[in-house]
């Protein structure tokens, strides 16, 4: 625009001089008309002033193209550098969009992640919770094992197999005792119960070393201590 005005005021000021000066040759004496030779009035048109001012007029419209043309470009650049911040803006929205998407991704997955592992914790917990539960059936299956077998050996040796002479009933514990005290042997012991079966203990003696004893204390040292254990 200041251009423009300038173009202008210097267009204005050549015209200005052209029309204030006119030609030197307007300069010197008046002369009488009569004296002068009168010519033919011609067609000739002094054109030096106007071919000044056709060629201001013409560097003024060259200089408006110019303009123009610079308008257009500096127009043009804008033009595309505002394409180019568009471009850069949805450039930048997408990488957001993006990124956050990653975010959103990794926080899923991180989720899972402590998902997973609070059900392994738990079913780690369960398993453990099993394992002592059924160490705990199995200490107490054991422990009734034992407790029977304890019930089951004091009834066995609370067993009455036999009577001594002087009533005294005669249980396998006082038999086990009295077996090991006096050294008899597991085929003297067979042969004591079996004796005693067919009610015929005083007929048949303990195997000694030398043969069987026949005397009428073949038992009575049995039946001592199983009379002492009584007590």
Known sequence: MKNKILIFLAVFFVMANA???GDDRDQGPVESFDSLEVEPVTDNVVVGELEAQTM????????????AQEMAEFEAALAEEARLAEEARLADLEWRAEFEAQLAEQARLEEARLADLAWRAEFEAQLAEQARLEEARLADLAWRAEFEAQLAEQARLAEVIATTSSGVEITVAAHESCQNTLGLTD???????????????YNEGPQLDLGTAFTSSRWDQYFDCVDELSK
């Open 187 to 201: 085929y003297n012991i067979d042969k004591f119960i079996t004796s005693v079966a067919l009610g015929r203990l």
């Open 56 to 67: 201001t007029l013409s560097n003024t419209a060259a200089e408006d193209e110019v303009l």
């Open 19 to 21: 029309i204030a000066g």
